[in-house]
T-cell receptor, first 112, second 113 residues
Framework: DAGVIQSPRHEVTEMGQEVTLRCKPISGHNSLFWYRQTMMRGLELLIYFNNNVPIDDSGMPEDRFSAKMPNASFSTLKIQPSEPRDSAVYFC??????????FGPGTRLTVL | GESVGLHLPTLSVQEGDNSIINCAYSNSASDYFIWYKQESGKGPQFIIDIRSNMDKRQGQRVTVLLNKTVKHLSLQIAATQPGDSAVYFCAENIRGGADGLTFGKGTHLIIQP
């Protein structure tokens, strides 16, 4: 199994631009989580899905952030418009219903 | 709100020695605890977990101890190796992994040759 796949691995954009981060979960994992990691705040949950349905989006910082999971094999996290304070590493993690959550390699976002 | 916190931001140990990383949690409803290892440029990697009905769990060179009375979690790494150098996070969950995890801020473990 390839594990959780995230793309792109690095993204540099200018303030005001739209950014889309992508995640492919491990096959058979029916829960998907988006986390953000910064030096100031550490790892924080943004939103999670169960069977493609958003369950808790209370961690999404603003309306500029949105996430979708159109099918069991794909999820996106979109920021529009992006701001410099959105610069962080964004992780996708998935869970199959037992044991722990497995994390992807992350997308390092830099907003200039 | 309640959160998971770590006592020490940096821990330096000699190669071959044992290391102990500590974590305090405040949510008494948490029933599932996990230790993750994060190397530079990578995502958190699962090390070991423990449920609230246990006090101790052992893996290969690692042991997790849970003290629910004082809400304390520790990770013991035996015979540390250079590859153990990383940031270690504890995380908690109140529904066995089904919900989002609450992470501590991390401890940077440095292995001295």
């Amino acid at each position: 199994d390839a594990g959780v796949i995230q793309s792109p691995r690095h993204e540099v954009t200018e303030m005001g631009q739209e950014v889309t981060l992508r995640c492919k979960p491990i096959s058979g994992h029916n829960s998907l989580f988006w986390y953000r990691q910064t030096m100031m705040r550490g790892l924080e949950l943004l939103i999670y899905f169960n069977n493609n349905v958003p369950i808790d989006d209370s961690g999404m910082p603003e309306d500029r952030f949105s996430a979708k999971m159109p099918n069991a094999s794909f999820s996106t996290l979109k920021i529009q418009p992006s701001e410099p304070r959105d610069s962080a590493v964004y992780f996708c993690a998935t869970w199959r219903g037992t044991d722990t959550q497995y994390f992807g390699p992350g997308t390092r976002l830099t907003v200039l | 709100g309640e959160s998971v916190g770590l006592h020490l931001p940096t821990l330096s140990v000699q190669e071959g020695d044992n290391s102990i990383i500590n974590c305090a949690y405040s949510n008494s409803a948490s029933d599932y605890f996990i230790w993750y290892k994060q190397e530079s440029g990578k995502g958190p990697q699962f090390i070991i977990d423990i449920r609230s009905n246990m006090d101790k769990r052992q893996g290969q060179r690692v042991t997790v101890l849970l003290n629910k009375t004082v809400k304390h979690l520790s990770l013991q790494i035996a015979a540390t190796q250079p590859g153990d150098s990383a940031v270690y996070f504890c995380a908690e969950n109140i529904r066995g992994g089904a919900d989002g995890l609450t992470f501590g801020k991390g401890t940077h473990l440095i292995i001295q040759p």
